[in-house]
T-cell receptor, first 110, second 114 residues
């Protein structure tokens, strides 16, 4: 099946810093999604991307669907303590088989 | 409020004692799915259901059973739990399979098998 590589595995940053994480796929995806999981909760959808090259923002979050359709990145600007959590990329290709990355664990120090 | 409800949130059990984790959604979604989350491995799909009475294996189905007798419910059954099934479990639902609509997740069930 399709493999997703998400990096970095974890990040420790100072409040106010910008954050960048990315996902790469072994094959072409038609849709990329980014989820956030707060401690003790299930993942919640942050951003959905449907076209190669698409750049979408949601507040301080910006995500892009790579031109090759094999990668996506998520940026968080001016991080705050409530950004703490695990961020997952997800996507699917032609068989509607959605895959998740292993997650990026973000810690924000006040 | 539109949501996916899982019960229980926490469960400690002994090896071999059958258990069921319930999942219910109130969004009239046709697609439902179970995942397990383990450190460094992300979310791995156990079973999914495209509609009532239609279920299929995901990536890690061994040791699990599911049923879909009604549209809103999708219980996960562990007939004989083993310690390697200690994990955090999530139920999810959507209108259709695939990423187009995204999935709505429950709050999770943390299972410990001793």
């Amino acid at each position: 099946g399709q493999q997703l590589n998400q990096s970095p595995q974890s990040m420790f940053i100072q409040e106010g810093e910008d954050v960048s994480m990315n996902c790469t796929s072994s094959s072409i995806f038609n849709t990329w999604l980014w989820y956030k999981q707060d401690p003790g909760e299930g993942p919640v959808l942050l951003i959905a991307l449907y076209k190669a090259g698409e750049l979408t923002s949601n507040g301080r979050l910006t995500a892009q669907f790579g031109i090759t359709r094999k990668d996506s990145f998520l940026n968080i600007s001016a991080s705050i303590p409530s950004d703490v959590g695990i961020y997952f990329c997800a996507g699917d290709g032609n068989n509607n088989d959605m895959r998740f990355g292993a997650g990026t664990r973000l810690t924000v120090k006040p | 409020e539109a949501q996916v409800t899982q019960n229980p949130r926490y469960l400690i059990t002994v090896t071999g004692k059958k258990l069921t984790v319930t999942c219910s959604q109130n969004m009239n979604h046709e697609y439902m799915s179970w995942y397990r989350q383990d450190p460094g491995l992300g979310l791995r799909q156990i079973y999914y259901s495209m509609n009532v009475e239609v279920t299929d294996k995901g990536d890690v189905p061994e040791g699990y059973k599911v049923s879909r007798k009604e549209k809103r419910n999708f219980p996960l059954i562990l007939e004989s739990p083993s310690p390697n099934q200690t994990s955090l479990y999530f139920c999810a639902s959507s209108f259709f399979r695939g990423a187009v609509f995204g999935y709505t997740f429950g709050s999770g069930t943390r299972l410990t098998v001793v």
